[in-house]
């Protein structure tokens, strides 16, 4: 086992424990801070596979602005009974059964993956470029009408949060 | 180093997107002055027109092949249009009546159809995807927009959860694919799958992305968000949700599975089989025990979806185009009846009806009218629908299955002619059935009566 | 030099950890935020199969969906705002009142 594989295998158990701590602690806001630390974590795995510039925006955006957003909802709502009410629904062995259903026909079908088409930005060309330039390179030549759709869709979550949550004047 | 700046995309494939995006935002800005709405729905109506009007020139692929508009995609567009005039025309009064309502609803109706339009032209799975969460984010405000109504917010929180979701499932079969194939076209997919033997991870991204549309159309046993959402929002985007995002789901359908997994067509159309026999018997037989009509036509839509997919399992040129032509039919008849319930001032419960003929005789007719055509009676345009959905698929050889659609038909005749039964035959439950008429109203009512008629008589318009 | 199941392997199990509390939990906070999980865990899948594959349009592909994500968690906190405030709850059994 080399060195990367030990990490690699800190970064897995930790995102799966967290992941299951997430799901499970009875206050939301402990489990917002779990989030983050698990971001974290994602953002680190995403450096061992040559994305720096989405590991920085990991961080920034997740982190940053996501769960910012929703630790501060919960912080406005104010939910002081949530935490002696059930945490889970009544037919919860349900749901895990149907997740457990899911994993085991998801890890047989990828134990089965193998790669067989390969793209031409070897690891060489990204370093020569920088990651963030070649990205930047694709994303407004290539990418442009995904780029365009996605600032529409930032543009409607702008009116949405306004429509939404705006108190009417009666 | 020197950057080469690239070739500027053509943009003529791309105009009906354009008028309608640049239409939308303009009328984001308009609705601070303008204070009457007819202008603005006025500027909707025309904005479908002109979009009608410029689909067949704009025929290409543009966006580095990401932008496909073919007949296919035009003929999704139409029904969009379609929907789209309807839904503006209904919505007119209505918003007026239901206060709380805030301007911004026709922009995002706007904004909804260009979803939609990406949705069905798209020829990359990253422009599908964006499409379908730019259709869907609209939409969710959409069901949420009076935001004073406790069954508004309700029907927003569960269709933005279901809608999220299904989105994520569909992320996980994209990724699946993109790892297999180490590209997003869907052109290109279907060329490497065609070199590459049935595999697992393959069949895996293929059920991931089975379960996401059936999330999306509607199809049982993904169901469960459509009867509360369609109950829950306002009635003129029930009228637009029951029909524009399930013919975009539909469109999605088609391109992706005919031609990203043609390889595994067995497999797709198993699974399909087995989704549309649950959606047809749970939509149907559940239905018989609603007693809100808008719940109703909520599980008479998910039925719907079970119908048209008998056309997508058959998966033969001429049951695509019979898809097609239910989903345009069916455009017109479901809108209609939604219409009939936005009409009439008490008309969400079924027993609401009750005598209609007696003070309103006329739209009582209107109202038996769809009816009919829900079911499938001639000969109104359902039965043309139907009939052609039915052909077709006995010619693809899926023979039993049309023997179970048929069947179910039958059933589903029981609820469509309980509203019928209720309007003639049963004594009125108040003095007068009021009804807010207004010109626009009219005339969405009349575009629809005589379509269904048109259509039911002289099939040969459209087929 | 990590194989790329591994990481193929941690991204289906953080999706179906994602998947089993967005079935079982009350809170919509905490089914958002489990649906937020199952996206990061594609993401890990997107990133990892661009490195392997040695081809950027996965990464694109994060990008995109990082920014949908932000979209989305505005207008669906948005939503849950205006919920709280008519009905003072956000439970999912407390807020249901049709039914059928």
């Known amino acids: ?170 | 180093m020197i950057i080469v700046p690239p070739p500027f995309p053509n943009l003529t494939p791309f105009i009906p997107e354009l008028i309608v995006l640049s239409v939308a935002m303009v009328l984001l800005l308009l609705e601070i002055w303008v204070k009457n709405r007819v202008f603005i729905a006025g500027i909707c109506i025309l904005t479908g027109f002109a979009v009608i009007y410029c689909l067949n020139m704009s025929i290409g692929i543009t966006f580095n092949g990401m932008f496909i508009n073919d007949i296919y995609s035009v003929l999704f567009k139409i029904i969009f249009m379609v929907c789209l005039i309807l839904t503006v025309l209904i919505s007119l009064n209505y918003i007026d009546r239901e206060k709380p309502i805030r301007g911004e609803y026709y922009s995002l109706l706007l904004f909804a159809t260009a979803g939609m339009m990406l949705m069905a032209s798209a020829k990359d799975l990253m422009v599908l995807y964006l499409g379908l969460e730019l259709m869907a984010l609209s939409t969710y405000i959409l069901a949420g927009i009076k935001t004073l109504n406790i069954k508004s917010n309700e029907a927003a929180i569960k269709y933005f959860m279901l809608g999220a979701f299904s989105s994520a499932f569909l992320l996980f079969g994209i990724s699946m694919l993109y790892g297999l194939t180490a590209t997003t076209d869907i052109y290109l997919i279907a060329e490497r799958l065609k070199d590459t033997e049935r595999s697992l991870p393959l069949i895996l991204s293929m059920i991931m992305i089975v379960v996401a549309f059936s999330f999306k159309i509607a199809a049982a046993p993904f169901h469960m968000w459509s009867p509360d959402v369609y109950e829950g929002a306002p009635t003129s985007v029930t009228a637009f949700l029951s029909v524009g995002p399930k013919a975009a789901g539909f469109a999605v359908i088609g391109r992706v599975f005919y031609i990203a997994f043609e390889g595994i067509q067995p497999d797709w159309t198993t699974a399909f089989i087995i989704i549309s026999v649950i959606t047809m018997a749970i939509g149907n037989i559940v239905a018989l025990a609603q007693t809100n009509i808008k719940r109703m036509l909520a599980y008479s839509s998910i039925a719907h979806a079970g119908y048209i997919l008998i056309g997508i399992v058959t998966s033969t040129y001429e049951s695509l185009q019979a898809v097609i032509n239910y989903l345009m039919i069916y455009t017109f008849m479901n809108i209609g009846a939604f219409a009939i319930v936005i009409l009439l001032d008490k008309g969400e419960e079924i027993q609401d009806y009750n005598g209609l003929s007696k003070h309103r005789p006329l739209v009582a007719a209107i109202m038996l009218l769809f009816m009919f055509s829900l079911v499938g009676i001639p000969p109104t345009a359902g039965f043309i629908a139907k009939f052609n959905l039915f052909v077709s698929a006995i010619h693809g050889g899926q023979i039993w299955l049309v023997v179970i659609a048929v069947i179910f038909s039958a059933v589903s005749a029981f609820y469509y002619l309980r509203v019928v039964m209720n309007m003639y035959m049963k004594d009125p439950l108040v003095e007068e059935h009021q009804i807010h008429l207004s010109p626009s109203l009219g005339f969405a009512i009349f575009i629809t009566v005589v379509m269904v008629m048109v259509l039911g008589l002289f099939p040969s318009l459209i087929i | 030099m990590v194989p790329l199941n591994w990481y193929l392997y941690l991204s289906s199990v953080i999706f179906v950890i994602g998947v089993v509390g967005f079935l079982i939990r009350r809170n919509l906070i905490i089914m958002f935020m489990s649906i937020e999980l199952m996206l990061n865990a594609v993401n890990i899948s997107l990133i990892a199969f661009s490195h392997y594959i040695q081809d950027l349009k996965g990464q694109i592909m994060v990008f995109f969906i990082i920014t949908v994500a932000a979209a989305e968690a505005a207008i669906g906190l948005a939503i849950l705002v205006a919920l709280f405030r008519n009905k003072n709850s956000i439970n999912t059994d407390d807020i249901a009142i049709m039914k059928g």
């Open chain 1, 1 to 170: 086992m080399t060195t990367v594989e030990y990490f690699f295998i800190y970064f897995a158990v930790s995102m799966v424990f967290l992941s299951l701590l997430i799901i499970t602690v009875k206050n939301p806001v402990h489990s917002i801070l779990l989030m983050l630390v698990l971001f974290f974590h994602i953002a680190g795995l995403y450096l061992f596979l040559n994305a720096e510039f989405l590991a920085a925006v990991q961080v920034i955006l997740y982190a940053g602005a996501i769960l910012v957003l929703f630790l501060f909802v919960i912080m406005m709502l104010n939910l002081k009974e949530e935490l002696v009410s059930h945490r889970f629904i009544g037919e919860w062995p349900v749901g895990v059964a149907i997740g457990l259903s899911i994993s085991l026909f998801c890890i047989f079908a990828i134990s089965h993956f193998q790669i067989k088409y390969e793209g031409n930005m070897t690891i060489e060309i990204i370093k020569t470029l920088t990651n963030t330039k070649a990205l930047g390179k694709i994303l407004y030549t290539e990418f442009l009408l995904p780029f365009e759709i996605a600032s529409i869709i930032l543009l409607i979550a702008i009116v949405g949060a306004i429509v939404l949550a705006k108190k009417e004047q009666s």
